[in-house]
């Protein structure tokens, strides 16, 4: 018998306390900027045991104006902005060539938290982009130079011979060039921290750059 997805549905629970831990968040004591607090509740997350703290949405829209989303890993965060990369000629890549803004969303169900950043996007400098590929894993130096991403696929089989052959190349040359490879840097205009409470008060924190470049800090109802 198929299973019931509405059964399923309500036998769930949102912060469990066997796996979660709701910590209190006061607003009036958050730092200036957004970048300091995020830092503090990553680091945070990946104290409390939190599983892939560092992956997060990534929501860009089309020509169009319709909206599409992804997992995706963070690179990087630091006074330039929020950092993940791809192809150029994947999906969201050419979505932000015609689009350039977009948002991100990180939630820590550990700690019952949610971050959502959001503002304009630009390609970082190739070299930065090449660099931070070659510090990463072998694997994803094999996964960028397989290449075509979004691109129509004929088979599983066409996949494997294609990966193979990029993974051989990224072990005899860990520095090989993806000419295509992009690293994206978010520069936010609004970051929210959002944090869950058991009474369901929840804090909802945002920060808002002002007209002189500066923070605004607001309160908003959950």
Known sequence: ?????????????????QSTHLPPFDPTAAPATPLALFTEWFAAAVAAGQSEPHTMSLATSDESGLPDGRIVML??????GWSFASHAGSRKGRHLSARPYAA??????????????????TAAPSADAQGDLHARSTGALAAALTGRQS?????????????????????????APVPSWTLY?????????????????????????????????ELLWP
């Not at 690179?75 to 330039?80: C, I, K, N, R, V």
């Not at 696929?153 to 520095?175: K, N, Q, T």
């Not at 921290?193 to 923070?215: A, I, K, N, P, S």
């Open 75 to 80: 690179h990087g965060a630091d006074e330039s």
């Open 151 to 175: 691109e129509l696929l004929d088979s599983v089989e066409e996949l494997a011979r294609a990966s193979e052959a990029a993974w051989e190349r990224a072990r005899g040359e860990p520095e």
């Open 104 to 121: 991100l969303t990180f939630y820590w169900p550990v700690l019952g938290r949610q971050v959502r950043v959001r503002g304009p996007v």
């Open 1 to 17: 018998m198929a299973p019931d997805l509405h059964e399923l549905l309500r036998s769930l629970r949102v912060w469990d306390p």
């Open 185 to 217: 840097r978010l520069r936010p205009e609004e970051v929210e921290f959002f944090q869950g409470d058991g009474q369901r008060r929840h804090v909802r924190l945002r920060y808002r750059r002002g007209d002189g470049e500066e923070w605004v800090r």
